[in-house]
């Protein structure tokens, strides 16, 4: 009985929780950030030489997902720096041509 009452208030504390979350956001705007943008003309590694000091996430062939700050962007390899996922102090070397997908956030609210 006691679980079911738990529960109940859980649910109805959730539910409270989305509907001012979604009243809050509501006024927002969502904007582009100037600084960010792909350029499909270009090779992936031009793309992330123009996202330096931006958190992006790359997909390698064997399907794993690395995300990261670039740090530097050289012929062969990607250095990505503060990784994400709880590897804040770790760092990776990527081979770019093990890239197959970039991501980063492009955009955002504005209040």
């Known amino acids: 009985m006691?679980?079911?009452?738990?529960?109940?208030?859980?649910?109805?504390?959730?539910?409270?929780?989305?509907?001012?979350?979604?009243?809050?956001?509501?006024?927002?705007?969502?904007?582009?950030?100037?600084?960010i943008n792909f350029n499909a003309a270009v090779t992936i590694s031009d793309n992330l030489k123009a996202l330096e000091g931006k958190v992006v996430f790359v997909t390698i062939s064997s399907g794993e997902r690395i995300g990261g700050t670039v740090k530097s962007v050289g012929n062969h390899l990607l250095h990505l720096e503060k990784l994400t996922g709880g590897k804040d102090f770790h760092d990776a070397l990527i081979r770019i041509e093990k890239i197959i997908a970039i991501d980063t956030k492009v955009r955002g609210y504005q209040r």
């Open 2 to 35: 006691k679980t079911v009452k738990v529960f109940s208030v859980l649910g109805t504390m959730i539910m409270v929780l989305m509907l001012t979350t979604g009243t809050a956001m509501s006024g927002a705007k969502v904007v582009e950030f100037e600084d």
